[in-house]
């Protein structure tokens, strides 16, 4: 049961943060780390394989001409394209609207010579009418020639940024795919019923031999080469530059160059707007500059082709090792002081912030780093407050177990150190004192209840005091007997002397009662104290219902005898040490040598004295 109670701590804390991270203020904040392990990457190579015209400042410049540009321009950059040796021709320009007919004929008598263009389209929704859509697809004449087209469409996340690719979007239950999606379906030959392939199931979409992995419905997540300009990039103008365009600003000769180096030669060839003016820009992890859409589809089908996809693991997966961690940890961290917790979770913190990033670097899987640092926090905090509970508890133990037989110096170390009270015994050197009240059955026999229990409060008051005051514990009642410790549960040097010291004080006290229950008319007892020092088992002893701290042992038994001892040999101060106390005392303590005496439980004969009193103090 109690360890049920220790995990029902973390298992609130994985809940609460499971459904903390399910609104969108936290997951940016998720995004924001995993774009932090972009940017700490930094770019990386990307292939040859794919080159993007831009329609950039310099296009502009070059051609003198306002946007839209005639769709002439745009046919006859295909048929130079084709001739340089295009694999592929994608346009990220929607020719969704007529233009002129003769424009709109050569563009499309262009991209049916051509015979590998992939147009773009656009399907338009509205964010309060979800089930309100307009499909813009390209202009009738280039569907009349079944030019192959996909969507453009670009979803950002709650914060603004672009971190996933539409591959597809439903319109009227039917799947209408991507720009990308119909450039990897058609990169080795154009077929007009290439949607016929594409599959998707098991969170993949499969075209033309390659598994994208799919999130969040019908998005794959980009896992961006660099920032803008990371792929190569040609003018507009550049391609339109041979020696049949004729317009100020062109050398007449750009495009000769660029089929003589074979920029072109059988590479995938994206054409769109890099100009801030047209507004077709967005932001990604890599946030220094505004990407353009034409270079988030090279991302995307750089991507693609080669396999580089960053995937999620396992949701289930990962739920089940964040949960059992979270027990783990909490448990461990329970046992620790806070001191050490604290640099256990920052290590663990940047251990998960480590494997996250050589993940994200190796194998291009994301976890949620965040999220389980907010875990360990949490759990840093809760065994805090857990620490803090328990030394609360073991603090008013204390109070409550020791202010009563204890001086309150004492009882400040203990609770400084509560592990000295901790279940179970262990071997300490200590002092044991026994005093006991002479022939007090007798006593008891000859008054009335009443008056027995009344000197009996004034005598233990009196001896509790001095015991305490001498820095010991008043161990236990035995009937009319004392049993109190010296040098636990506190560590003493001078346990000895504080015991042989507390005799003395104890039967001066004595001394004082027994005047004033004279003057009073009551009788009086006398006692006996016997002291014995060495080694006992010393700690919280007893059953898991019931223990209580105390000694046991020889040592222990011997302090008994020694104090029985005062009613066979006579002494005049009625305290009777043991040849170790006596060792330990006899620099500063008179004692006067006994005998060896034979002890009951003892084979041999022990040498006993008796204590006189403080060097210097004691009178002839």
Not at 318 to 335: M, W
Not at 508 to 518: A, C, F, G, H, T
């Amino acid at each position: 049961m109690r360890i049920l109670r220790k995990i029902i701590i973390p298992v609130i804390i994985f809940l609460f943060v499971e459904i903390l991270f399910q609104f969108s203020f936290f997951s940016n904040l998720e995004h924001k780390v995993q774009d932090a392990f972009f940017r700490l990457r930094g770019a990386v190579p990307v292939s040859d394989s794919i080159v993007i015209v831009a329609i950039d400042n310099n296009t502009f410049q070059d051609l003198n001409l306002s946007w839209p540009f005639p769709r002439e321009l745009q046919a006859k950059l295909i048929s130079n394209l084709k001739k340089a040796g295009a694999r592929q021709i994608i346009f990220d320009l929607e020719f969704t609207e007529y233009s002129n007919p003769n424009a709109d004929a050569a563009l499309t008598l262009a991209a049916k010579d051509a015979g590998n263009v992939i147009m773009a389209g656009k399907l338009i929704e509205d964010a309060s009418r979800p089930h309100i859509q307009q499909l813009l697809p390209p202009i009738q004449p280039l569907l009349a020639e079944r030019v192959n087209w996909g969507l453009v469409n670009m979803k950002v996340d709650g914060d603004g940024y672009l971190r996933g690719y539409e591959l597809f979007k439903k319109f009227d239950d039917k799947p209408i795919y991507s720009l990308g999606i119909a450039a990897l379906a058609n990169r080795r030959v154009s077929r007009p019923d290439w949607e016929q392939g594409v599959k998707t199931g098991n969170g993949y979409l499969n075209v033309a031999g390659i598994r994208i992995p799919v999130v969040r419905g019908s998005q794959a997540l980009i896992n961006y080469y660099g920032p803008t300009d990371t792929f190569k990039q040609i003018s507009f103008s550049q391609v339109l530059d041979d020696d049949s365009l004729n317009t100020a600003g062109l050398d007449l000769n750009s495009y000769n160059e660029l089929v003589e180096k074979g920029v072109f030669q059988d590479k995938i060839v994206l054409i769109g707007a890099t100009i801030d003016e047209l507004h077709d820009q967005f932001l990604t992890p890599f946030h220094s500059r505004l990407m353009s859409g034409v270079e988030v589809q090279a991302n995307f089908l750089e991507m693609a082709l080669n396999g580089h996809f960053l995937r999620h693991y396992s949701p289930w997966l990962l739920l089940c090792i964040e949960l059992l961690a979270c027990i783990l940890i909490f448990l461990a961290l329970a046992r620790w002081k806070p001191q050490y917790s604290l640099i256990i979770t920052l290590g663990l913190i940047i251990v998960t912030l480590v494997i996250s990033y050589l993940l994200f670097t190796g194998n291009a899987h994301l976890v949620e780093p965040l999220k389980f640092i907010c875990m360990l926090t949490l759990i840093y905090v809760a065994s805090l407050v857990s620490h803090y509970v328990k030394s609360q508890r073991d603090k008013r133990f204390i109070k409550n177990a020791f202010r009563q037989y204890m001086a309150p110096e004492l009882v400040n170390e203990l609770l400084k150190n509560p592990q000295n009270l901790k279940y179970g015994g262990s071997q300490q050197e200590i002092t044991v004192l026994f005093s006991d009240i002479r022939s007090f059955t007798a006593y008891a026999e000859r008054h009335k209840p009443e008056e027995t229990v009344q000197i009996l409060k004034e005598y233990f008051t009196a001896m509790v005091q001095i015991v305490i005051k001498n820095h010991g514990i008043v161990d236990k009642f035995v009937g009319d007997e004392i049993v109190a410790l010296f040098g636990t549960p506190i560590p003493q040097e001078e346990h000895a002397l504080q015991a042989c010291q507390t005799a003395l004080d104890m039967r001066d006290e004595l001394k004082r009662l027994q005047k004033n229950w004279l003057e009073q008319g009551r009788d009086i007892f006398d006692i006996g104290i016997g002291i014995n020092s060495g080694t006992a088992i010393v700690g919280n002893l007893g059953s898991e219902q019931i223990f209580d701290y105390t000694a046991i042992g020889d040592t222990v038994n011997l302090g008994a005898r020694l104090e029985a001892l005062n009613k066979e040999v006579m002494t005049q101060s009625k305290i009777i040490i043991s040849a170790p106390t006596y060792e330990k005392v006899k620099h500063v303590m008179d004692a006067r040598f006994i005998d060896n005496v034979k002890i009951k439980g003892k084979e041999l004969s022990v040498p006993v004295y008796e204590l006189i009193g403080r060097k210097g103090e004691v009178q002839s």
